[in-house]
């Protein structure tokens, strides 16, 4: 089996590290290289088990299993487990933490608003409940990445740095030259658009570094103000919110100004102290119905995209899933 993979991102570098070292194919990846920044090299890399939808919480924690379970992603990933707090709305029900206990065991627990407060210092008033996980925290996208691209490329895999023209059911045209598979799978990301037939829409995602104490606590979301942050360095946290930009040319992202300010009123909502900005990155992500990282085909067209910031938390096991349905 013969397959082209347009995309060298962390869907496309893991779909097709599955397809050559799982199944045998003989695979070609199409980047456009380290010098083009993408949703990889900007993502928080925030991993844990718990999802509020079912589906995506089972491959969030099986993706965690295997990678707390394995010698080789640990390295390529710079894995680092710090636990993970997930503060929910009020309104939110209680979460469903049936993957989370099943395939990650003692690692969930849910406390009230008062003892989330107590222990992290969250501030407001308005949280329900919040999912705090021994079993998470943050690794390297973009590590994980170029890591699996040089797997490939040493273990008989072909990985071109060329830009794509056109893709079809089974031709890949870049630079001119069309090749021919049996199986052709768009996983690029902001640029699956530009490629692929379907309801495709690119959307901005940003996240700066601050200057900040925030004692206690390492990698959270917040569901009610929407933010979000991890360690960066000693002092230092890494803080970002959803971001509202659709439609963005992902060739000219800039960083929003306006979010960044949206940021550190977040914090101060729920912290009550006020970050120093640091610095700021920005890039996008591409999204089509429905939503998460799967296999999709359109019009004849494959196309493994539709995450967020990388779809680093689920990437590792929806890529075995598909891998499974292509060489099926």
Same mark, same amino acid.
Request: aromatic share 6%.
């Given at each position: ?120 210092? +969250? ?8 999912? %705090?996980?021994?079993?998470? =925290?943050?690794?390297? !996208?973009? #590590? /994980? &990445? ?124 729920? +912290? ?8 700021? %990155?920005?890039?996008?992500? =591409?999204?089509?119905? !429905?939503? #998460? /990282? &799967? ?34």
């Amino acid at each position: 089996m013969k397959v082209g993979v347009v995309g060298g991102g962390i869907a496309g570098a893991l779909l097709a590290l599955r397809l050559r070292r799982e199944h045998g194919a003989e695979v070609e990846v199409f980047t456009l290289g380290p010098s083009t920044p993408d949703a990889s090299g900007v993502s928080g890399g925030l991993v844990r088990g718990y999802e509020r939808d079912p589906a995506a919480s089972r491959l969030a924690a099986l993706g965690l299993a295997e990678l707390r379970d394995s010698p080789e992603l640990l390295e390529w990933t710079g894995y680092r487990e710090t636990g993970s707090v997930y503060l929910l709305p009020p309104d939110a029900g209680p979460p469903d933490l049936t993957a989370v206990r099943e395939l990650l065991p003692g690692s969930a627990e849910v406390v009230d608003a008062a003892e989330a407060a107590r222990r992290y210092g +969250f501030a407001g008033g308005d949280g329900a409940t919040a999912v %705090v996980e021994r079993h998470a =925290g943050f690794l390297s !996208p973009a #590590g /994980l &990445r170029e890591r699996a691209l040089d797997w490939l490329a040493r273990n008989g895999a072909t990985v071109r740095e060329s830009r794509v023209e056109r893709v079809g059911a089974d031709t890949v045209t870049a630079g001119g030259t069309g090749r021919r598979y049996d199986a052709v799978v768009v996983a690029a990301g902001a640029w699956t658009g530009r490629l692929a037939p379907g309801e495709w829409r690119t959307k901005q995602i940003q996240f700066g570094v601050y200057r900040v104490e925030l004692p206690g606590l390492a990698v959270f979301v917040d569901d009610v103000t929407g933010l979000f942050g991890r360690p960066w360095a000693q002092g230092e946290f890494l803080l970002g919110l959803g971001c509202d930009r659709w439609d963005v040319d992902p060739e000219r992202v800039e960083v929003d100004t306006a979010h960044a300010e949206d940021v550190t009123a977040a914090v101060l909502r729920r +912290f009550g102290v006020r970050p120093e900005p640091v610095r700021a %990155v920005a890039s996008c992500d =591409g999204y089509g119905p !429905p939503g #998460g /990282l &799967r296999l999709r085909v359109e019009g004849g067209v494959r196309t493994f995209a539709g995450g967020s910031g990388g779809s680093v938390k689920t990437v590792l096991a929806a890529s075995r899933v598909a891998a499974r349905q292509l060489a099926a």
